[in-house]
Every structure is written in structure tokens, then in C-alpha cells.
């Protein structure tokens, strides 16, 4: 990610990353691009299942995964140089306290990085992902998992003013325009086919019959619809923060 790498090469080269609700650690990589010469990135997740799967991706002995929860990071106050969080804030049950762990355990003139994929301003094509994406949400919801709605931009622009960061850039990758230079409707069409399956996998294991047909039908719908428009991948919304240093709070706050 380019712009990202742009954005951070002023950034010291010494740094300490984490990364909550890392899953197979893919934004880890993105990091890994992003902070040439990083001392350390943690990624922590709720699930040892998944944490075991990106542990065996990663052979770089700076790498660290740890089965942590977000919303108590085992971690020091001011302790960490770089915090990421990736496709995780539409999971959390809880989503104040891991953010308000996050502003304990960055340091001071640290970078926060939230990167989500957005549900508003898509085109037709990756509104397809959008809704699909909504659908996996209801039923991982159903079977006691944590899967909201993915946000707006806007709500996004909103969850980081609520902080106490400055927000010091903004980018989207992974647009309309990006992917339609490849756009290609067989293949679109095959990821539908082995989305719709997964999904109809999981419905079928809903054990109440009236719930499991609203969801059938919920899914033939999805079938009738999307298979004439094809899928892109829903834009990605990238916000990058800045953790002030206590002297701005004193300043601000008319302390001096
Ligand atoms: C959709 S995955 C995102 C994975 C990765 N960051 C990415 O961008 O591909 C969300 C991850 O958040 C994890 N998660 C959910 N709640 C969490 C919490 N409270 N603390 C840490 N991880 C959490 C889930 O286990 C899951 O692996």
C-alpha cells in the first residue's frame, strides 16, 4: 500500500507495531511494507485457531502473535509506536474499550491506523460484496459471533473525531476505478458461485426451520440478483491518526 508507505516515511525506523484482531495477520504485511526497519509487530487476536494459522505465514523473528483480547491489552501505557487495527471495529461487541485501550497503550506522538472496508458511495458492482458481506454479518450474529454492519464513511470520520487523536490523513484504495481495469465477469461470477455456497453451507446448519428458509430465500434473492451484476470488492478506508503529545492536551485544554 503505497500511500500508506508515503504517509509514514517520516516516521522513526525503530518502531514497535501491534496489530488488533490481526486474524491470519494479513495487514501485517501491509506493515511490514509500511515500517521498514521495525523492531517488533505484535499481532493479537480473540482466536488461538486463527493466531495458530498466521504464525506458521510469518518466519521473521520480530513477529509475535498473542491470544489477547482488544479490550484489555496486556500491554504498558505509552508502550507502543504504531497500532493498527484492519476489518475488526464492525466486530467488536465492545468497540469504546478497545479504543480507549488503544489511546492507553500508544505512545505519545504515536500513529493509530484504521483501515475498514466501507459500505456507502460503492458502485453497483461492490455493493454486491457490500450485501454479501451484510448477510455473513446476520449470520455469524446468529451463531453468537460479534458481525455488524460495515460502517460509512462518514461513521468512520465520526468513531475517530470521538477520540482523542489527531487525524492527520485519509486515503481509499481498492475503488470502482482500480478493479474495473480488470474487470472480468467469469471470474466474478465463479467468486460468486463459491461465496454462495459457503454461505449456504452455513445457513443449513441454522436448526430452526422458519429461520433457515427466510435465510434460503435471502440468499436465492442475492443469487437472482447479483449474478447479472458481477462483484468488485467493496473500497477500503484507511485513517491515519496521531496520538498528541500530553503537552498539546495542556495547551488545548488552557492548562499552562
Ligand atoms: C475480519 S477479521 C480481520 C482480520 C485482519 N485484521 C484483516 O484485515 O484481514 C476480524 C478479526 O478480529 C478478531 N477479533 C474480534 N474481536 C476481537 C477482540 N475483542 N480483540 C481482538 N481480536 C478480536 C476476530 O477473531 C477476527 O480474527
Do not use: W
Request: with cysteine.
Amino acid at each position: 500500500m503505497d500511500k500508506l508507505k508515503e504517509i509514514l516515511s517520516g516516521e522513526p525506523k525503530d518502531l514497535r507495531a501491534l496489530d488488533i484482531g490481526t486474524g491470519v495477520g494479513n495487514f501485517i504485511e501491509v506493515l511490514q511494507d509500511s515500517l521498514p526497519g521495525y523492531i517488533s509487530i505484535i499481532g493479537v487476536d480473540t482466536s488461538k485457531e486463527i493466531l495458530n494459522i498466521a504464525a506458521e505465514r510469518f518466519k521473521d523473528g520480530r513477529i509475535k502473535f498473542m491470544h489477547m483480547d482488544g479490550e484489555n491489552l496486556e500491554l504498558e501505557n505509552n508502550s507502543i509506536d504504531v497500532i493498527a487495527i484492519s476489518n475488526t471495529l464492525h466486530h467488536l461487541p465492545n468497540r469504546e474499550k478497545v479504543l480507549s485501550e488503544i489511546e492507553r497503550v500508544l505512545k505519545p506522538k504515536g500513529i493509530f491506523i484504521i483501515n475498514e472496508m466501507i459500505s456507502d458511495n460503492q458502485s453497483e458492482k461492490q455493493l454486491s460484496h457490500v450485501k454479501i458481506h451484510h448477510l455473513q454479518g446476520e449470520l455469524d450474529t446468529l451463531f453468537g459471533m460479534c458481525h455488524d454492519r460495515t460502517f460509512t464513511e462518514q461513521e468512520l470520520i465520526d468513531i475517530v473525531d470521538s477520540l482523542s487523536l489527531e487525524k492527520i490523513d485519509m486515503f481509499k484504495y481498492s475503488t470502482h476505478e482500480e478493479q474495473e481495469k480488470s474487470e472480468n465477469l467469469e471470474e466474478e461470477k465463479a467468486i460468486l458461485d463459491q461465496v454462495f455456497q459457503a454461505l449456504e453451507l452455513k445457513i443449513n446448519k441454522i436448526n430452526d426451520m422458519v429461520i433457515r428458509g427466510k435465510y434460503l430465500k435471502a440468499l436465492e434473492g442475492l443469487r437472482n440478483e447479483l449474478y447479472s451484476v458481477g462483484i468488485f470488492s467493496a473500497t477500503e478506508l484507511v485513517i491515519v491518526c496521531r496520538k498528541r503529545h500530553s503537552l498539546d492536551f495542556s495547551l488545548t485544554e488552557g492548562g499552562l
